[in-house]
Structure formats: structure tokens, C-alpha cells
């Protein structure tokens, strides 16, 4: 099977733009979940998607959002970029949904997001 | 916020000996987690204890549990350079009520295995 994928993989924006990410789960999965990956803050969870509902919310403002498509594909976008959302964005998807007694999420690479 | 502390933040050894890192949470569980990070890239899911589990084996890996003192620890045996990343914990935790569980992230130990 093929692993989780992320585009673009690396991505520079100046502040006050918008920008979109992407993340195929593996075949069969319908749980994606994304986190920001930040030197100062570590892993932050950012929002959980099962079946195309946002299952689960981290404490992150309304300019990060997401969606997930019926192939459960998602997207995530961040509008009016800070510097400090540079960071390392991280998907991961599972099987059943995030929090489950047997969860064992597979992360994709990652996304490098560097706003100027 | 951060629901795992991991400790030490950083630990250097040299290959063949064993690294012991620790992990402390604060509210009740479902089950933990350990994963790895290699260098600025995604997580490997390494092994999972449930809440009712003490300890378990995967290869070189050993983790403990002990939810009276809301601790894990991650044992691996005989280290290898290759075994050079950053390792986290992840605790799914217990809500009631009608939240929904989430997997929620320690703050890492970097290790660093000397060849």
C-alpha cells in the first residue's frame, strides 16, 4: 500500500497570504488528522477529519481550516498568513477514527511552510 | 497544550548501550503511544499500550506503563546510530460526556546514538 502523501512538500508565502495543503491518506482509511509542527510550540493538533466531518478541533484561530473529500483526500488552509505559522505541517491518517483503543496513526513527510 | 512531558529533553549515548526515555502525563487514558521522528520528517508509529497493559515488547523496544503515577517509560535495547531521532509520546486521553478522544503529543526526546 501506498504511504500517506503531502503536496507540495516544501511551500514559501509572505504574510498576508493565503495557502492550501494537501494530504492523500492511505487506501482505506477514512481518519485524517493534521497537526503544526513548531520548534517553540511541538506538535499541535490542529483538527481531525473522519468521513468527510471535522471530528475534533485543536485551539488554533479561524484562519486555519479543513475539509475532507468523499476519496477522504483533505485539505487544509491557512488564510492571512503570520510568520509565525511557519512551520511543519504533519497529516496523519488512520483506519478508525483518532482516539480509538487500537489508534495507530501513519503520518505522511510533511509539508515545510516558510512565510517571509 | 501539551498533555505528555517526556524526559530528558536530549540524551546522547553510545552505540550498544541502552537509551530509557520517560513520559508523564496528566489526566486519565486510553492507551499511549510512542512514536519516532528522524530529522525534520513525519512520525513512525513504534508501539501502543492500552491503559489496562503494564508493559509490552516490540523487538529492542520495552515500554511500562504505570497509571498511578501517570507515567510511560521507552526502553531500547543494544542502540544503534540508525536509532538517532527525536521519540515522542502520545496519550489518547478519556473524555466523558460526550467529547471525542484525540492523540495528544509529548515534548519529545531527541536522541542521539554515538557510533
Known amino acids: 500500500k501506498a504511504g500517506v502523501t503531502q503536496t507540495p512538500r516544501y511551500l514559501i508565502k509572505t504574510r498576508g497570504q493565503q495557502v492550501t495543503l494537501s494530504c492523500s491518506p492511505i487506501?482505506?482509511?477514512?481518519?485524517v488528522s493534521w497537526y503544526q509542527q513548531t520548534p517553540g510550540q511541538g506538535l499541535q493538533f490542529l483538527f481531525e477529519?473522519?468521513?468527510?466531518?471535522?471530528?475534533n478541533k485543536g485551539n488554533f484561530p479561524g484562519r486555519f481550516s479543513g475539509r475532507q473529500f468523499s476519496n477522504s483526500r483533505s485539505e487544509m488552509n491557512v488564510s492571512t498568513l503570520e510568520l509565525g505559522d511557519s512551520a511543519l505541517y504533519l497529516c496523519?491518517?488512520?483506519?478508525?477514527?483518532?482516539?480509538?483503543?487500537?489508534?495507530?496513526?501513519?503520518f505522511g513527510p510533511g509539508t515545510r511552510l516558510t512565510v517571509l | 497544550s501539551q498533555q505528555g512531558e517526556e524526559d530528558p529533553q536530549a540524551l546522547s549515548i553510545q552505540e550498544g548501550e541502552n537509551a530509557t526515555m520517560n513520559c508523564s502525563y496528566k489526566?486519565?487514558?486510553?492507551?499511549l503511544q510512542w512514536y519516532r521522528q528522524n530529522s525534520g520528517r513525519g512520525l513512525v508509529h513504534l508501539i501502543l499500550?492500552?491503559?489496562?497493559?503494564r508493559e509490552k515488547h516490540s523487538g529492542r523496544l520495552r515500554v511500562t506503563l504505570d497509571t498511578s503515577k501517570k507515567s510511560s517509560s521507552l526502553l531500547i535495547t543494544a542502540s544503534r546510530a540508525a536509532d538517532t531521532a527525536s521519540y515522542f509520546c502520545?496519550?489518547?486521553?478519556?473524555?466523558?460526556?460526550?467529547?471525542?478522544?484525540?492523540?495528544?503529543f509529548g515534548t519529545g526526546t531527541l536522541l542521539a546514538v554515538q557510533p
Open positions: 496523519a491518517s488512520s483506519l478508525l477514527p483518532s482516539g480509538s483503543a487500537t489508534d495507530t496513526q501513519y
Open positions: 487506501s482505506g482509511h477514512r481518519s
Open positions: 502520545a496519550t489518547v486521553t478519556t473524555h466523558y460526556g460526550g467529547a471525542t478522544n484525540k492523540l495528544i
Open positions: 489526566t486519565s487514558i486510553n492507551n
Open positions: 499500550i492500552r491503559s489496562n497493559e
Open positions: 477529519y473522519f468521513s468527510e466531518t471535522q471530528r
